[in-house]
């Protein structure tokens, strides 16, 4: 059997109440389509039962493949071993907890066979809590703003991307939500469109202050990296600049009156504030470049892992190919 039209991947962490009718809700959904397809389940260190409901579906056969993570990594590290993992000429990705809605993948993969090469879901009428929602209009409006990706939902996991464009992302820290802006930053064609969403019915969501804070950092790096990648010295070497000429001022200055025997300088706070500037102008301009690219080496250059696989389960159907094959293109509709 080749390689599926649309591989589903589905990130899940303490989610065994959901497993089995999301899974039935994504086949029934996708028999309705002329498309082949698999779901890839990650199972990000689950201690609630999870992975022993993957084992039971993967046991009733299907084109089910399961990557069981050694622990909780994070959705970020799952939602990259899934499109490490995952073999279709377009990937889905679908929340673990039944609030997306699989009758709308068709929707997203039509919109990739028109030629775009990332769609977006956008839960145009959300069904969480008020303080959620007006939460995330914010961040969404503030990580457009920074980012000059226009969307209305950066949360939305439902998204539907083409896979060489997948092979391509590189994903860590809390990076799954700027997925949009980091397709923008490699040429991507991005579209958003309307898609339905679910109050949670199972469980308990895994949405919390810590991880608003890990956003906000990782919000920062996108930035950078999408800006100043290849210019890190215009943010850096700007605020180092600014500090460096204000601290040769003052102690320019200071020099030349102290030179003209107008006045001692031991007693000069505004001299100690002079050297300050100076070094920590320096500073902005060594240091601080150097870390940042140093960061973007490790992370992306050297292949640092994300993730540590304990177990995978696939599909005896199912064709072995490398990780990283590209598409074949897709121009017409699948199947």
Known sequence: MKNPDISIVVPVFNEAENIRPLYEAVSAAMAETSYSWETVFIDDGSTDGTYKVLEDLHSEGGCLHIVR??????????????????????????????????RDIPLLVGRIIEGYDLVSGWRINRQDGFGRCLFSKVANSLISLITGVYLHDYGCTLKALRRDLAKQLKLYGEMHRFIPALAANIGARILEVPVRHHPRKFGKSKYGFSRTIRVILDLMTVKFLSGYLTRPGHVFGSLGIVALSVGTLITAGLGVERLLGRTGLSDR?????????????????????????????????????????????????????????GMRGLSAPLG
């Open 69 to 102: 993570l050694r622990r909780n990594f994070g959705q970020t590290a799952a939602m990259a071993a899934g499109l490490d993992h995952a073999s279709g000429e377009v990937i889905v990705m679908l929340d673990g907890d039944l609030q997306n809605d699989p």
């Open 269 to 325: 706070p505004l001299l100690f504030l002079g050297i300050l500037l100076v070094i920590v102008g320096t500073q902005f301009i060594t240091m601080g470049l150097l870390g940042e690219m140093l960061s973007r080496v490790y992370h992306e250059g050297q292949d640092k892992p994300v993730y540590v696989i304990r177990d995978v389960l696939t599909s005896a159907e199912r064709e072995t190919t490398p990780i990283r094959s």
